[in-house]
Nanobody, 124 residues
Framework: QVQLVESGGGLVQAGDSLRLSCAASGRAFSSGFMGWFRQAPGKEREFVAAISWSGDWKYYADTEKGRTTISRDNAKNTVYLQMSGLKPEDTAVYYC?????????????????WGQGTQVTVSS
């Protein structure tokens, strides 16, 4: 089992930056991917970014390229999502997820473990 706990969400103004954290505990793994997804009210959960265990491979949704950075600190078992230039449409619950497969995926169904989510609200 893997436990994932997100933190760092909150209420911010449009144009602000925010860094989310995801602390992992439980089953150790040396391969696979960690991903960030988000779900706005009334919408499906969507992919934001993913990073390999080594940190060598990073993937972003097209809407996030240039303003979002995913990173990880394996010594702390923590993955980060740095977001800048936030917009009201970024308002959502942000989820951290873990996937043990050898290939990356942006699909919700391919991730094995999920955190409880952290709310990000961007005011205009």
């Amino acid at each position: 089992q893997v436990q994932l706990v997100e933190s760092g969400g909150g209420l911010v103004q449009a144009g602000d930056s925010l860094r989310l954290s995801c602390a992992a505990s439980g089953r150790a793994f040396s391969s696979g991917f960690m991903g960030w997804f988000r779900q706005a009210p009334g919408k499906e959960r969507e992919f934001v970014a993913a990073i390999s265990w080594s940190g060598d491979w990073k993937y972003y949704a097209d809407t996030e390229k240039g303003r979002t950075t995913i990173s990880r600190d394996n010594a702390k078992n923590t993955v980060y999502l740095q977001m800048s230039g936030l917009k009201p449409e970024d308002t959502a619950v942000y989820y951290c997820a873990a996937r043990f497969g050898s290939n990356w995926s942006g699909s919700v169904r391919d991730y094995d473990y999920w955190g409880q989510g952290t709310q990000v609200t961007v005011s205009s």
